[in-house]
């Protein structure tokens, strides 16, 4: 599908940060809600939030809420959605950041799941609240410089 030339110049501003690209990286592992994002990348939320409606505005993601969360995921379909892949298939899989951000996210899930677990009456591991959740996303970015490509991320 091709794009016209405003459609992709408002695509590519909406991916034009880093910070943006690695929630689209993020996000093509599955949904996640606002909270997790702002752990997973160190920023805070009115921060995190302007870079998903950037995005979403662009057409790259969908918003949906359940309950009290929002929570994002890679647009299915349309130019956008179009976009989104062609630029994650583009970025390096081994760059240092983006391996880290995946290694964040992996065991986001599984605490996410040992959460889901325990709330339904599962296997009676305890369950993980958002101050241990920021402990431990802390602890594994303590004095630890965040950079994409190369570049610093502040």
């Known amino acids: 599908m091709s794009q016209s030339s405003d459609q992709l110049l408002h695509g590519l501003r909406g991916v034009a940060d880093a910070s943006r690209l690695r929630l689209l990286a993020l996000l093509a592992q599955g949904e996640f809600a606002v909270t997790e994002l702002t752990e997973l990348l160190g ?24 309950q009290h969360w929002v929570f994002y995921r890679l647009a299915a379909e349309g130019e956008g959605a179009e976009l989104a892949r062609t630029l994650l298939g583009l970025l390096d899989r081994d760059d240092p950041q983006l391996v880290a951000d995946r290694e964040r996210a992996s065991t986001l899930r599984a605490l996410r799941t040992t959460t889901d677990t325990q709330s339904s ?29 190369g570049y610093p991320i502040t």
């Open 121 to 149: 009456g599962g296997s009676g591991q305890s369950s993980v609240d958002g101050e241990e959740l920021a402990g431990t996303v802390g602890a594994e970015l303590a004095g630890k410089p965040l950079f994409y490509s």
């Open 43 to 66: 920023q805070s939320q009115p921060r995190v939030s302007r870079h998903l409606r950037l995005l979403t505005e662009a057409g790259m993601l969908q918003r949906f809420r359940e």
